[in-house]
């Protein structure tokens, strides 16, 4: 059982490249988040998602785009990449049975663009 | 507009001290509240989670209480140790709009042996 797991763990983009940050989730949780993480801050939500075929924009949605085509991934790209996007990226994957919905988390890509 | 902060910012205290880390949030209609722990480089590791219908949860030296009628949560550290140092950050689920979380900025702790 790995849990959440990302790919790749650092990257460095030029800016306007484009790339997809993979997460992958074995613990059959419906529910999975992306997140982005600035230096002292908190995560903000990107996008998520309840299930296969759903997702919603989360706070900080500009700039990239989800899919969830199985119960186990769900990609985040990035499209014209943007020195703002400058950030390290967590997705998060939780459990609506027991209904507490306890989130784990990834250990993050922590990505720069130049 | 759902908004979380944490104070202290930072907080630095001598091995053994129990600390207290507070936790403030602005809509009191949460689904739950959920207190990470997250070292330098690395991932969030849950440590307590409280739903809204409860007042507090205990894992060994750790204790989170939950006001939601004054927006507040706690997290207390007994006996604080060198390697509880770490970022300690909290997350309010709504129970509204598709469940989103918010996080707090989070205090960064250094216990000092």
């Given at each position: 059982?790995?849990?959440?797991t990302q790919t790749p763990?650092?990257?460095?983009?030029?800016?306007?490249?484009?790339m997809t940050l993979q997460c992958t989730?074995?613990?059959?949780?419906?529910?999975?988040?992306?997140?982005?993480?600035?230096?002292?801050?908190?995560?903000?939500?990107?996008?998520?998602?309840?299930?296969?075929?759903?997702?919603?924009?989360?706070?900080?949605?500009?700039?990239?785009?989800?899919?969830?085509?199985?119960?186990?991934d769900f990609p985040l790209?990035?499209?014209?990449?943007?020195?703002?996007?400058?950030?390290?990226?967590?997705c998060?994957?939780?459990?609506?049975?027991?209904?507490?919905?306890?989130?784990?988390?990834g250990?993050?890509t922590?990505?720069?663009?130049? | 507009?759902?908004?979380?902060?944490?104070?202290?910012?930072?907080?630095?205290?001598?091995?053994?001290?129990?600390?207290?880390?507070?936790?403030?949030?602005?809509?009191?209609?949460?689904?739950?509240?959920?207190?990470?722990?997250?070292?330098?480089?690395?991932?969030?590791?849950?440590?307590?989670?409280?739903?809204?219908?409860?007042?507090?949860?205990?894992?060994?030296?750790?204790?989170?209480?939950?006001?939601?009628?004054?927006?507040?949560?706690?997290?207390?550290?007994?006996?604080?140790?060198?390697?509880?140092?770490?970022?300690?950050?909290?997350?309010?689920?709504?129970?509204?709009?598709?469940?989103?979380?918010?996080?707090?900025?989070?205090?960064?702790?250094?216990?000092?042996?």
């Amino acid at each position: 059982n790995a849990g959440v797991t990302q790919t790749p763990k650092f990257r460095i983009l030029k800016i306007g490249q484009s790339m997809t940050l993979q997460c992958t989730q074995d613990m059959n949780h419906n529910y999975m988040y992306w997140y982005r993480q600035d230096p002292g801050m908190g995560l903000k939500l990107i996008y998520y998602s309840v299930g296969a075929g759903i997702t919603d924009k989360g706070e900080v949605p500009n700039g990239y785009n989800v899919s969830r085509s199985t119960t186990e991934d769900f990609p985040l790209r990035l499209e014209l990449a943007a020195p703002s996007q400058t950030s390290v990226y967590f997705c998060a994957s939780s459990n609506p049975w027991g209904q507490t919905y306890e989130q784990y988390f990834g250990p993050g890509t922590r990505l720069t663009v130049t | 507009k759902q908004e979380v902060t944490q104070i202290p910012a930072a907080l630095s205290v001598p091995e053994g001290e129990n600390l207290v880390l507070n936790c403030s949030f602005t809509d009191s209609a949460i689904y739950n509240l959920q207190w990470f722990r997250q070292d330098p480089g690395k991932g969030l590791t849950s440590l307590l989670l409280i739903q809204s219908s409860q007042r507090e949860q205990t894992s060994g030296r750790l204790n989170a209480s939950l006001d939601k009628s004054s927006g507040r949560s706690t997290l207390y550290i007994a006996a604080s140790q060198p390697g509880d140092s770490a970022t300690y950050l909290c997350a309010v689920r709504g129970n509204t709009g598709g469940f989103k979380t918010i996080f707090g900025a989070g205090t960064r702790l250094f216990v000092k042996a």
